[in-house]
């Protein structure tokens, strides 16, 4: 069981998928908790809680007897918090075709309390990619609110592409987010050759009987 600090959230968590389980002395097993910084004032450094693990030995036919170990272990003591403003998550397909058009959708949300003046500049594409859409747009994001941008890719190579990257300002708090934008938004895209149909050979005509 994830043990979280009170600034923390936990949004998703997979230690219940180990209760019962019975490892061997060479297995292992992992645990995962997605968990997130509540808004508000947080302080540059965080400790994010512990683990707490309940265990016994496994003793053949008297293991249930056996008396339960509970071990609590530090889950990184001091973590760097670092405030991230906003947010990009890119909607794509997994992956694309040669000359056939994708939609794809970023959307851009305002963690803030306040009115967000953003300006996002796209950089040139990757040469094997046709880009469609505005390269330079000014927009506003309410506080928790979510702002989607659409374009259009057309793949002209198979193979590896790189995706449009992103160049983003917050005027409001005089800030350049292009790092960070990097940082969440994928930069490759693979495709695959255009969609072929091989028509089956017709059947052949049965051989008619001489008469």
Known sequence: TFVLNDQVEKLEETGDALTGVTLSPWEAANLMCVARTRPMTLP?????????????????????????????????????????????RADLPPFGHVQQPMHVMYHVTNHTHQLQEMQLVVDSPDDHIIFSG??????????????????????????????????????????????????????????????????????????????
């Open 44 to 88: 540059s450094t965080l400790s994010l809680g512990f683990l707490v693990v309940r265990w016994r030995r496994a003793g053949g036919n008297h293991g249930d007897s056996l008396p339960l170990v509970v071990t609590e272990c530090d889950m990184c003591p001091q973590h760097n918090i670092d405030p991230v403003p906003i947010s990009i």
């Open 134 to 211: 505005n390269k330079l747009i000014h927009f506003r994001i309410l506080p928790g609110h979510t702002r989607t941008v659409n374009y259009t890719l057309i793949p002209i190579a198979v193979g590896f592409c790189k995706l449009p990257s992103f160049n983003m300002y917050l005027n409001r708090m005089n800030k350049d987010m292009t790092k960070l934008v990097k940082q969440l938004t994928p930069r490759e895209l693979f495709v695959k050759p255009a969609h072929t149909f091989v028509q089956p050979p017709a059947p052949a005509a049965a051989a008619v009987p001489a008469i």
